[in-house]
Structure formats: structure tokens, C-alpha cells
């Protein structure tokens, strides 16, 4: 008698912390795969690896290309192997710059749209998914890479690399050279897009290869190469007008403190020469994002890097200071960036 009365307390307990039986956190990896897992010996194999020993639930990757190398069907295969089940959706194969996208999930993906966008760069895909009842609908992007327009405070030409007679440090100069881009256009479009949209979450995570407004403010315009520099960068500025927000800046909002440094991430198995484009300068920079919008399921509970914690700066491996937390890799590390693991928490009973 007095079993079945403990066994009934422990049940009862075991409900009351389970929230209904419904997902308590939803983790989210964003990553660039560099080159489709191409220029890193074994990077495929050790992509994989990553992301089943991550425990993560949904993972957003660009520079896939879709094709004859990564896709998400080889990546469900191969995951398969390791004994995890998951469901896959890739972007478009039509050459569109920007559709280099893929997305796994160990969730259901109920509906998975492309041609979104018209934009080169363009926010081309959309996938949701049902978590456990709660509707997520998730933007993999992989935004235009040229104008890299945080090179010029650092004296390099963000169209052809070369190095510069001097700094450029107006903002208005920078700012004009990025709009000279597709980023703030892809943005645009697909806050268009989204506005007619719900989900009890809504993510867009991906390579941007712009940096954030919250990154470049009077905290940070003596640091890292900007020269004075503060620059209200068109995408997240757009995006937090919408009412988007940045989950690794909401979790931590000090960027002299945590300055979440995605690029260009060291990687031991490369030459250092093969992952700098300003080699005399500290072109380190946060353009890997996940940001999110909630009608109030869910809320940010923890973001971390996942990579080495080493950069390249001004020719020379370095090692990131800060407080940034990172999930050091197994073995090989298969690209240039580090990625960001972020981790929400359901906020609402569904």
C-alpha cells in the first residue's frame, strides 16, 4: 500500500514540472557550412558529428549548395548512421545567390516554401515546423557577401579586399557603400513577407555578412579596428524596427563584454592565409544571427558559440577574450565561422 502510494507522489510530481507534456527549451544552431564542407579535410563527416552530439532540435546552414555535394537529404542520411532521426528541407537549385540554404529538424516540417525572394541574396526559403504543437516557422539566409562595407574603418575596400591608403570612418560613407549591396533589399522583402505571417515563433537565422548596429555603438568605436566608428547597420536597425530581435545580444547586451566574434573563426586544419581577407587588420565581427520574433510561447534562455575560441587577428591566431561562452569543437572543425546555439525557452502553455 504504501508503494503505490509513493509511486502515485512521484507521478504526480513528475507531472506538475513537465509542462503539460509539452517542450520546455528549443535549441537552434545557425552555421556556415564554408564551401558546402568542401575546403576542410573531412568536413562533412565532422559537420555531422557536430550536430548529433550538440543536442540541438533545429539547425539552420548556409553555403550549401544543394546540388551534387550537402544536402539535407545526405545530412538526414547520414545522421540516420548515428542512430538520430531527423527531417530535412534545402533551398532552391536554381543559382540564385542566397538559396544556399538548408535546414534540419528532429521536429516535423509541415510546409517548406521557396522563391520567397526575387532579390539576389534574397530570403528565399521558409520552412515550419510543428514543435510538439507550438507553430515555428524558421528564415535560413544567407545574405549578399560583397560591399563588406566594415572593411573600410579598418582600411580595406569591402569590394575587392585591397588594402587602403587610409581608414574610411564616416559613417554616412560606410552606410553608402552597404546599401550598395542587396542586404538591406532582401531584408526589406522579407519583412514584406513575414508581415503576413503567425507562428508562436518566428526565426530568421543565417550569415549576414553585415554586422549589428548593437555591435557598433560609442561602447565599442575604440575597439576591434573601428576607428571611431559607430554605424547604424541597415539590416538590424530594420529588423528591430519590425520588432525582431537579436537572441545572442538579448541574452547578452554588453558587446565589449561579450562581443560574440563569428568571423573569421581559426581553424587549425587551414592555413591562416586561407582564412583572412584583411591580414593586417582585426577584422573580427559578429554577421551570424539568430533573430527571432514571439507572440509570447517563447523567450531566450541561453546563447553560446559553438567553434573554436580562437580568431584570426592581424595575421595571427588569437584567442577571443571576453565572457562569450563556447562549445569547442570534437576533432575537426569544418568551416571558417563559428556558429551560434541558442537556446529558447516555452514561456506559454500551448
Known amino acids: ?165 587610409d581608414s574610411e570612418t564616416e559613417p554616412a560613407t560606410v552606410l553608402k557603400m552597404n546599401r550598395e549591396s542587396t542586404r538591406d533589399e532582401a531584408i526589406a522583402v522579407f519583412l514584406e513577407e513575414v508581415s503576413c505571417e503567425q507562428a508562436d515563433l518566428i526565426l530568421l537565422a543565417g550569415d549576414f555578412n553585415e554586422p549589428s548596429h548593437l555591435d557598433w555603438n560609442e561602447a565599442t568605436r575604440e575597439k576591434w579596428d573601428h576607428n571611431g566608428c559607430v554605424v547604424p547597420w541597415d539590416c538590424s536597425m530594420q529588423l528591430y524596427e519590425a520588432g525582431f530581435r537579436d537572441a545572442y545580444r538579448v541574452i547578452h547586451p554588453d558587446p565589449t563584454m561579450y562581443p560574440g566574434f563569428t568571423y573569421p573563426s581559426d581553424n587549425p586544419e587551414k592555413e591562416i592565409k586561407d582564412l583572412t581577407w584583411a591580414p593586417e587588420a582585426d577584422e573580427r565581427e559578429r554577421i551570424d544571427f539568430v533573430y527571432y520574433m514571439s507572440d509570447g510561447a517563447f523567450a531566450p534562455k541561453d546563447a553560446v558559440l559553438v567553434g573554436p575560441s580562437s580568431s584570426i587577428v592581424r595575421n595571427e591566431r588569437v584567442q577571443d577574450a571576453g565572457n562569450d561562452t563556447f562549445i569547442e569543437p570534437l576533432g575537426v572543425w569544418p568551416t571558417d565561422h563559428k556558429g551560434v546555439l541558442v537556446t529558447f525557452k516555452s514561456v506559454r502553455k500551448n
Open 1 to 165: 500500500m504504501y508503494r503505490n502510494i509513493i509511486v502515485f507522489l512521484l507521478v504526480v510530481l513528475s507531472c506538475l514540472g513537465c509542462n503539460d507534456g509539452k517542450i520546455r527549451e528549443l535549441r537552434i544552431l545557425q552555421l556556415n557550412i564554408w564551401c558546402d564542407a568542401t575546403v576542410v579535410p573531412g568536413a562533412f563527416e565532422a559537420l555531422v558529428d557536430e550536430i548529433a552530439r550538440l543536442d540541438v532540435h533545429i539547425v539552420a546552414l548556409c553555403e550549401v549548395n544543394n546540388r551534387d555535394g550537402v544536402t539535407s537529404e545526405r545530412l538526414v542520411e547520414a545522421l540516420k548512421r548515428r542512430g538520430q532521426t531527423w527531417h530535412g528541407a534545402s533551398g532552391r537549385c536554381d543559382g540564385i545567390q542566397g538559396t544556399d540554404v538548408c535546414v534540419l529538424s528532429k521536429y516535423p516540417i509541415e510546409e517548406i516554401t521557396t522563391g520567397l525572394s526575387t532579390v539576389m541574396g534574397g530570403v528565399d526559403m521558409k520552412v515550419r515546423i510543428d514543435v510538439e504543437g507550438y507553430d515555428v516557422l524558421l528564415y535560413p539566409a544567407h545574405l549578399d557577401y560583397t560591399h563588406y562595407a566594415c572593411y573600410l574603418p579598418r582600411g580595406y575596400d569591402g569590394i575587392t579586399w585591397q588594402r587602403l591608403s
